[in-house]
């Protein structure tokens, strides 16, 4: 598999990238990695693991920075490492491409070149959060569609089912839907009437509305969702998983007697922060484009971009894009 990388996106560009697809090269002798962006921003460490047999580079002299406005900036920088990254996909030099980069202007470059997988009302950004039982959940949307229609609601189950099946081998992936009560009849008439829709596909493992309190339970594989919604939600988790750790570690190392303590609970406690550690978990891709694409969070450092790697290898591997067209054409002609 090829895989584009856009380097130049996120807060620790370009070192997080270059060393993250070294990383994945190394494990896997059959990836191929393009490396987009400036040559000239590289360290001399850095510029010497990029000269890896499986590493190419791809020069690219412009960046789009986080503040900028999305679809201008898509449209006035052709040559930008975010928008080159996504046409090398568009032209079959890559299988998928990855960027921490601007994410409303991912999604742009995302429509605007590759397109929408026909039957696809509208593309989602997904997330995968940590969980306290299981492998963790599949969350979409978390802010590419803020106000979603029914319809859209219902494909997003469905794409986010088939991912969980083909690249975390889940067999049938459980899907539920975010809501203020579990009951049926509770929330907008948007979801009332998705709840419909997702319980009328026989071959969706739909598991009914599900509470925010109960989202990282593991009582659901996929959790659909607003864009809206989704992106609070998602926020709120990681701001308060920060400061939670943040005042564990500071009450552990108070005194030297909370110190000495804190050194029989070290490994345990390593290993809880791991666990709820995003760059852990890698990006997530935007499901419903015409290729695959991956978002990476912001500050991804090079373990999230080795994983995202390995992620985006076995969904191309596994030809999920097929999977997904052909679950959304059944969906709508069993409606």
């Not at 598999?1 to 994945?24: C, F, K, S, T, Y």
């Not at 959790?223 to 009450?251: M, Q």
């Not at 450092?301 to 985006?312: C, H, I, P, Q, V």
């Amino acid at each position: 598999m090829r895989m584009a990388v856009d380097v130049m996106g996120g807060d620790l560009a370009p070192e997080a990238a270059v060393r993250g697809a070294r990383l994945a090269v190394e494990e896997r002798p059959d990836m191929h990695v393009l490396l987009v962006g400036d040559r000239a921003a590289l360290s001399p460490d850095v510029e010497r693991l990029a000269t890896h047999p499986q590493l190419e580079w791809v020069q690219a002299d412009e960046t789009i920075d986080t503040a900028e406005s999305p679809v201008q900036a898509v449209r006035q920088k052709e040559e930008s490492s975010l928008v080159k990254t996504i046409r090398l996909v568009r032209s079959n030099k890559a299988d998928a491409a990855i960027s921490a980069g601007n994410t409303g202007a991912l999604m742009a470059a995302g429509l605007f070149v590759l397109g929408r997988l026909r039957g696809i009302e509208r593309p989602a950004l997904t997330a995968i959060l940590p969980s306290f039982h299981g492998w963790g959940v599949l969350v979409l949307d978390v802010g590419a569609n803020l106000d979603p229609r029914p319809s859209q609601l219902y494909q997003y189950g469905v794409m986010g089912a088939v991912y969980c099946r083909e690249v975390y081998g889940i067999e049938n992936p459980r899907v539920a839907l975010l809501n203020v009560g579990v009951e049926p009849e509770k929330g907008p008439p948007v979801i009332r009437e998705a709840h419909q829709l997702l319980a009328s596909d026989p071959q969706l493992a739909f598991v009914g509305n599900l509470e925010p309190r109960e989202l990282l339970q593991g009582h659901a594989d996929v959790v659909v969702t607003d864009g809206f919604s989704g992106n609070v939600a998602l926020k709120a988790i990681e701001g308060t998983a920060r400061d939670i750790f943040r005042e564990v570690r500071g009450a552990l190392l108070g005194n030297w007697r909370r110190k000495i303590g804190a050194l029989l609970v070290k490994d345990g406690f390593q290993a809880l922060r791991t666990r709820w550690d995003y760059q852990e978990q890698g990006g997530a891709p935007l499901l419903g484009l015409n290729q695959i694409v991956y978002k990476c969070h912001g500050s991804s450092d090079e373990r999230a971009f080795y994983r995202t790697l390995l992620r985006g290898d076995d969904y191309c591997r596994h030809e999920s894009q097929e999977r997904i067209r052909e679950r959304i054409k059944e969906g709508a002609e069993g409606r």
